[in-house]
């Protein structure tokens, strides 16, 4: 196409720029014509019939490890509640607060880093959103109000909830369909590692003989920004997402980068005869045209997910943001012993993934989502009910949250599995925000300020029709999942869910 005739495809606002040479004639045809490319490739074949290796480790690794960071903060903050109440005289009701606006950020994180890691690359937002993260946590530790701690937390929240999208995106891309259910349940499971961790944290930098009360909490966060470094340089041997790379006209490194990647595995036969999908580049994805993706052309599927994100964010961030006021204030279990409860729960939810999850594989998406999800809202039920009967203390209390929870981790895990494996390539990331985005909003930032408020009462009863809410929640999603669920277990991410710019396959 001559640039004569490139202009004249333009609108009449658009030629008089470019005929006034107001941009620099070049750029614009090179992006136009990027825009144009027509590629076929069978890189997404070859990257799904790889075997498990040493590749396949270190990246989860490298990224999965942002889960455990996570753990470690959230566990950290909702373990120092106490000490907080102490140090800075926060109220139930500023630590619910706080623990929202964390929530918050991470909402508006995870849409604007979303938007970013499809338009600029999984790779370059690693390192974006771990910054974030790092400044963030570090200066949680120098907070001398609720307005500072606040504010802090808010904008560690976003670093982290960039983390989500980016991460999710490029773990589906580069692990092998037939486990690609497992290892993503086990990664996001392994939230619980980093919350073991802080449990077991918590008892020493709370531990006034061995720290100041007043520096113990602050020292807490500043080991989060430590780890952080540490991941920082853990990334920088990842590659960019070769299908990432493909479908943004980059065919020749996607290239390089799967033979590099193929190269690991010495006894790899010859990829002949794979199939070959035929596609064509473009740049950027409008969000008008994520918007009609989402919500015409695969609108159950976008029903599906709001109610599993909606259910397992109200679910989780209710009961773990409240956990230490729950024994603080209803068992009388000091501040300074509330990671010795944390730490039986931490466990459950990671053995969790580890046990069951390789049955999202084999028996199937569909049928272990919707047990999972029903099984958490009956036992949760089953528990609020002993809970406001009075027939539990607290280690039993615990060992009910335990079992709860070995279900619901799966269940949790599994709602992020969904949203990012059944939207198109284009639009994964900011498929994943969207969905982390509406289900936390509508389900989590206001679960801890409730329960905060509900748990002032002082009044069981109130505590426990929160509880039932909270089932209610996870028993509809999981109904949701079984009547309208994907069966992707297997399946190549483009077999799926086509990619918008799908020309054909061979």
């Not at 890189?43 to 290796?53: F, S, V």
């Not at 109440?85 to 619910?96: A, E, Y």
């Not at 602050?218 to 952080?228: P, V």
């Not at 049928?367 to 009967?389: D, P």
Request: proline residues 3%; positive net charge; hydrophobic residues 50%.
């Amino acid at each position: 196409m001559r640039y004569a005739d490139f202009c004249e495809t333009q609108s009449p606002f658009k030629r008089s720029i470019l005929r006034a040479k107001l941009i620099p004639a070049y750029s614009v045809y090179v992006a136009f014509m990027m825009d144009q490319q027509l590629i076929e490739t069978d890189i997404p074949a070859r990257l799904d019939r790889l075997p498990w290796g040493r590749f396949h480790t270190l990246v989860v690794a490298a990224l999965g490890i942002t889960w455990i960071l996570d753990g470690l903060e959230v566990t950290l903050a909702g373990s120092l509640a106490g000490a907080l109440k102490t140090s800075l005289h926060f109220s139930n009701t500023d630590i619910g607060v706080a623990s929202s606006a964390y929530l918050a950020g991470a909402v508006l994180g995870a849409l604007f880093f979303g938007w970013l890691t499809d338009r600029l690359g999984r790779k370059k937002l690693f390192f974006i959103t771990l910054s974030v993260y790092l400044v963030a946590t570090a200066a949680t530790a120098a907070s001398w109000s609720i307005e500072s701690f606040a504010l802090f937390r808010l904008l560690t929240g976003a670093g982290i909830g960039g983390e989500y999208a980016a991460i999710n995106s490029t773990i589906q891309e580069l692990v092998p369909a037939r486990v690609r259910g497992w290892t993503d349940l086990v990664i996001n499971g392994s939230f619980w590692i980093g919350a073991a961790l802080g449990a077991l944290g918590s008892l020493v930098l709370l531990d006034a003989q061995l720290i100041d009360p007043y520096f113990g909490w602050r020292l807490g966060f500043l080991i989060g920004a430590g780890l952080a470094c540490f991941i920082f340089l853990m990334r920088f041997w990842i590659p960019e997402s070769p299908r990432w790379l493909m479908t943004h006209g980059y065919i020749d490194e996607a290239e390089r980068v799967v033979a590099g990647i193929e190269m690991r595995f010495a006894s790899l036969p010859p990829a002949t005869s794979l199939p070959r999908v035929r596609l064509r580049a473009r740049r950027s994805t409008p969000l008008r045209l994520v918007t009609q993706t989402l919500f015409e052309n695969h609108r159950r599927r976008t029903y599906v997910g709001l109610s599993l994100m909606a259910a397992q964010a109200f679910f989780y961030n209710a009961i773990f943001f409240t956990y230490a006021l729950i024994l603080i204030d209803f068992y009388d279990v000091a501040s300074d012993r509330v990671g010795l409860y944390l730490l039986p729960f931490a466990i459950g939810n990671f053995l969790g993934p580890v046990l069951i999850g390789r049955m999202f594989d084999t028996h199937g998406r569909r049928i272990m989502i919707a047990f999972t999800y029903i099984a958490s809202g009956l036992l949760l039920a089953l528990t609020g009910w002993l809970f406001v009967r009075n027939l539990i203390d607290a280690t039993t209390q615990t060992a009910c949250w335990t079992i709860i929870f070995f279900f619901a981790s799966c269940a949790a895990s599994s709602a992020y599995l969904t949203v990012s494996e059944t939207f198109p390539l284009e639009i994964r990331a900011m498929a994943i925000a969207f969905f982390y985005a509406v289900g936390t909003g509508i389900g989590g930032v206001l679960a801890p300020s409730l329960f905060g408020l509900l748990i002032d009462t002082g009044s069981r009863v109130s505590v426990f029709w929160g509880y039932l809410f909270g089932s209610a929640l996870m028993i509809f999603a999981g109904c949701v999942a079984w009547i309208w669920g994907i069966n992707a277990e297997r399946k190549s991410l483009e077999d799926v869910a086509r990619p918008l710019t799908f020309v054909g396959t061979e």
